[in-house]
């Protein structure tokens, strides 16, 4: 594959178990222009590569553990918000970044320890509103999964934790994919589950495939679904353990039909794979993005690769870890452990289902509202005044780069006027945000000598 551009801050520390900077990838787009979303033992870094040949840092959000312990950070989104977790240290959290203001600026709009403090991996079932939270740190182990309502999007409520999936008992379920409350779970030593979440008092186990149920398996990492839902792309993590397909066709009688090829085969070690029309994309570790196309998923054909890592395969983890072929150039982004975020230029359009921004806003019916802020620029004070359509809101100013300096909440209805002081701040640019229960306003304020 031919490669547009690359990122790597090479200050960023590697992890003090497997010496990687980096983890997972993502992307979204706003306003017409496209990043690339990587994590890293800091925090979550913003890459715009809307011209791949010059990608731009253009915001980074620390975590709240932001050192050298960090191996894992994982993401999804959902109108116009990212959803962040990380699976080391104590001073984790669920992070919520609102990116519908870039490229000027990303605002975490929740970051709390009050849900969950670590989590292995999320995944958001979009036309359902909920989170799925995977290995989630519980006060003594974990639970299996969790599962959050996101009716409002920066408030998630809690639905419930589980971890019985029909004869499965699982200890933890490494990684979700979610689609209309159908649930694939790939529960690690425990095997494979498919569960219907429909009704979340009572969920209903569709499929469940143990270990020693089929064949080359072992620690059962994650999978994704085709677009038609007729064919599931399933890796075990495990040297020598090549990915797996299954139909899906018939669910009293689903089976592997096939794997997909891979030289050095006997020690290669699949991670996540993704599906996009007609193509799987399988981060490789070692062996770097592995294309395949699976149009006949009972004979897959090997099809494009790039080879981000320069490691020696020793049986350990390094490489490629995750990839995001999703954006609407069809250019592909890669989470290389050691060597940051790789841009390739694309093979197909996304046929998958479009989550940019703007969509988002269009599809879940949020109600943008407009405020009014005099004077601007200032230099005492501002009045910012808005028509309340529900009871619920908040306001804040923060600085240019997200950092909240003032926040209120809970405000009665009607219209709204609130005048602030602003005299104490220093000269420069600043955000002013109201959010409601329907959504968001954000306009640039000045403030002067």
């Not at 064949?215 to 890796?235: C, E, F, I, R």
């Not at 983890?317 to 452990?337: E, R």
């Amino acid at each position: 594959m031919k490669l547009l551009g690359h990122w790597r801050d090479s200050l960023i520390p590697g992890s003090s178990t497997h010496n990687n900077a980096f983890n997972e990838a993502w992307g979204v787009w706003n306003k017409g222009r496209e990043y690339g979303i990587i994590g890293s033992t800091l925090g979550t870094h913003f890459i715009d590569v809307t011209d791949p040949s010059h990608p731009k840092e253009v915001a980074r959000v620390l975590g709240g553990t932001s050192n050298a312990s960090v191996i894992h950070r994982d993401y999804d989104d959902y109108q116009c918000y990212l959803y962040a977790v990380c699976d080391e240290g104590d001073q984790s959290s669920l992070q919520i970044m609102d990116f519908s203001q870039l490229p000027d600026t990303v605002i975490t709009v929740y970051n709390s320890k009050k849900l969950l403090i670590r989590s292995h991996n999320i995944f958001l079932d979009i036309p359902k509103g909920r989170l799925y939270s995977c290995a989630e740190k519980a006060e003594n182990g974990y639970y299996a999964l969790s599962i959050y309502d996101l009716k409002n999007p920066t408030n998630p409520i809690l639905l419930g934790h589980f971890n019985q999936f029909g004869d499965i008992k699982a200890s933890h379920v490494h990684d979700a994919y979610v689609r209309n409350d159908t649930a694939y779970l790939n529960c690690g030593n425990d095997g494979f589950a498919i569960m219907n979440f429909s009704d979340i008092n009572n969920p209903v186990a569709l499929f469940t495939l143990k270990p020693n149920e089929y064949k080359q398996s072992g620690y059962n990492h994650s999978g994704w679904l085709t677009p038609d839902g007729k064919t599931y792309v399933m890796a075990d993590e495990n040297h020598g353990s090549p990915v797996k397909i299954l139909d899906l066709n018939d669910f009293s009688n689903i089976k592997v039909i096939s794997t997909l090829p891979i030289e050095n085969d006997n020690i290669a070690i699949p991670h996540n794979p993704l599906v996009s029309c007609q193509y799987a994309y399988v981060a490789y570790y070692y062996d770097g993005l592995q294309v395949y196309d699976i149009s006949n998923p009972k004979h897959p054909i090997k099809s494009y690769y790039y080879p981000t890592s320069t490691e020696i395969n020793d049986l350990r983890y390094k490489g490629a870890w995750g990839t995001y072929p999703y954006l609407p150039s069809g250019n592909i982004i890669v989470a290389d452990m050691q060597n940051g975020m790789f841009v390739l230029e694309g093979i197909e359009k996304p046929c998958n289902v479009i989550k940019s921004c703007a969509q988002a806003v269009s599809n879940h019916h949020i109600q943008h509202f407009e405020l009014t802020i005099i004077p601007n620029p200032s230099k005492e004070y501002i009045e910012i005044s808005w028509e309340a359509a529900s009871e619920v809101h908040s306001y804040q100013i923060l600085k240019i780069d997200g950092t909240t300096v003032l926040e209120s909440s809970t405000i009665t209805q009607g219209t709204i006027r609130k005048k602030i002081d602003v005299s104490h701040y220093l000269p420069g640019l600043y955000l002013v945000r109201v959010v409601n229960n329907y959504g968001s306003s954000i306009h640039k304020i000045i403030i002067g000598n």
